[in-house]
């Protein structure tokens, strides 16, 4: 008998009775296919023969019973283990939203006080709360000598001119201010630091931000509102848009001044800080008797 052929058959019983490999291959419709793995890494004389056994074992397997072909079938795919290798697949995730950053919380240290005109000093540093007189001068400062202040964004200072924090005559501002060059030098006794979250607006009755002023929430104030909070009618010179924690102005309000002390009559609307109302387009310095805070 062929020796070649012994040895074709022989490998064929064996895949047969594996079932799992041969059927693998069969099925997959190419016993060149199959020679080609198979005899893989072989060399030489040694190739050309699996070769040729493999082709008799095609053979073969073209003559075996087709009871016996649906077994191997079945031991196939019961037994096989054939490990599919998952395409991979590039997905662009969605960004992960950045999260705005906190910011730093400054209530221990809001305001850095100067006693001198200039700010190389040493400043006095003071954080949320209400500062008599006495409090102050318990703490070695005295308010009338205070000359310029350092202020964090998204809180404000109001000062009066009495000693404990009372009465209309008071100013309020939410950024760094030289008191030095305003009418308040010297007047200051005592001060308060609050966050500022719901007043978008302070309004001045002198020029440069100066006089009395006050902080107001959005809605409307007649000329009785105003002057209650210590507004006289008709002595808005200047206005500020506060400004939040990171010290940026806000954009989302509108002040409207009225001329008629009931929100009637001449208007004009102020959109961003102005700290001279004479100036064009707005002209309407020392005019308004009402105004409305609105949200844009």
Known sequence: ??????????????????????????NQASADAYTKDFCNGI????????????????????????TRFKQMVNTADKNRKVTAVAPVVKTTDPATPVKPSTPANHDADTVK?????????????????????????????????????QLVGGYTLTAY???????????????????????????????????????????????????????????????????ALGISPKTISSIIMTSDASGKETTDYTVKLYAASD???TSVDVTKTNGNLTTAPINFNDQAASLKVVKN
């Open 263 to 265: 929100l009637t009559g």
């Open 113 to 149: 006080i100067f006693t001198t005109t200039t700010t190389s000093t040493t400043p006095i540093v003071l954080g949320l709360g209400s500062y008599t007189k006495e409090q102050l001068v318990a703490k070695n400062i005295d308010p009338s000598t205070i000359q310029s202040f």
């Open 161 to 227: 001119k009495t000693a404990d924090l009372t009465g209309t005559d008071k100013i309020v501002w939410d950024r760094n201010t030289v008191i030095s060059t305003l009418s308040w030098k010297g007047a200051i006794a005592s001060f308060k630091v609050e966050k500022n979250s719901d007043t978008p607006v302070i309004v001045y009755t002198k020029g440069g931000f100066d006089g009395n002023s006050v902080a107001l929430k959005v809605g409307d104030y007649n000329e009785a509102a105003l002057t």
């Open 43 to 66: 060399q030489g004389q040694t190739w050309r023969n699996c070769v040729q056994n493999m082709a008799s074992w095609k053979a073969y397997m073209q003559k075996v019973d087709n």
């Open 1 to 26: 008998m062929n020796k070649k052929f012994i040895i074709g058959a022989i490998i064929a019983l064996v895949l047969i009775l594996g079932g799992g490999v041969g059927y693998y291959y069969y």
